[in-house]
């Protein structure tokens, strides 16, 4: 149970381009989803609190308007990036918490190339 | 949220041995969790220990937890080489389910 799946899980795109990432709860309702960004070798950086039927919270220094975020359903979030340039190039994890639970459970990731 | 400082920050150890890494925080907390990333993946939920508690196992796993030293530590018994990962500590207080991770205990264990 409390599996979390994203995808696509990996994609490369040229910059100035958009990408959009899904992150589904496949086996339970997630008020509450996070996104995160990890860099090589570093650890995960939360982007931002994904709450359903409500705007996103961003983390300081995280562009709101580069990183859309949309939690449409309790089963999913979607991540876009919008006019993507290399130094996006990252691995971006989102997790969902069951109801009002405290645990969150992670997707596999998603790796972002931007050449 | 508040973040937790995994010690040591790598551990290299033979396949079979156990593995003990430490986790601090600065205040106080309702629980504490501690999570597996395998390379390239995302993380993997292991043990929640709430404040109330002093030990808790669940497998191999044994999680310790002193609320007067705002200390943790996980014990990894009998160590099997897909044990090779890096360990997150996530300490969480009030009803916030926001979670920050510090930069983990990257574990090695050599078959």
């Known amino acids: 149970g409390a599996v979390v799946s994203q995808h696509p899980s990996w994609v490369i795109c040229k910059s100035g381009t958009s990408v959009k990432i899904e992150c589904r709860s496949l086996?339970?309702?997630?008020?509450?989803m996070f996104w995160y960004r990890q860099f090589p070798k570093q650890s995960l950086m939360l982007m931002a609190t994904?709450?359903?039927?409500?705007?996103?919270?961003?983390e300081q220094g995280v562009e709101k308007d580069k990183f859309l975020i949309n939690h449409a359903s309790l089963t999913l979030s979607t991540l876009t990036v919008t006019s993507a340039h290399p130094e996006d190039s990252s691995f971006y994890i989102c997790?969902?918490?069951?109801?009002?639970?405290?645990?969150?459970?992670f997707g596999p990731g998603t790796r972002l190339l931007v050449l | 949220s508040q973040q937790g400082e995994e010690d040591p920050q790598a551990l290299s150890i033979q396949e079979g041995e156990n593995a003990t890494m430490n986790c601090s925080y600065k205040?106080?907390?309702?629980?504490l969790q501690w999570y597996r990333q395998n390379s390239g993946r995302g993380l993997v939920h292991l043990i929640l220990?709430?404040?109330?508690?002093r030990e808790k196992h669940s497998g191999r796993l044994r999680v310790t937890l002193d609320t007067s030293k705002k200390s943790s530590s996980l014990l990894i018994t009998a160590s099997r080489a897909a044990d090779t990962a890096s360990y997150f500590c996530?300490?969480?207080?009030?009803?916030?389910?926001?979670?920050?991770f510090g930069s983990g205990t990257q574990l090695t264990v050599l078959p």
């Open positions: 996530a300490p969480s207080s009030g009803s916030a389910r926001q979670l920050t």
């Open positions: 994904s709450n359903e039927g409500s705007k996103a919270t961003y």
């Open positions: 205040t106080s907390i309702n629980n």
């Open positions: 220990i709430r404040s109330n508690e």
């Open positions: 997790s969902a918490v069951p109801g009002l639970k405290e645990t969150q459970y």
């Open positions: 086996d339970f309702q997630a008020t509450t």
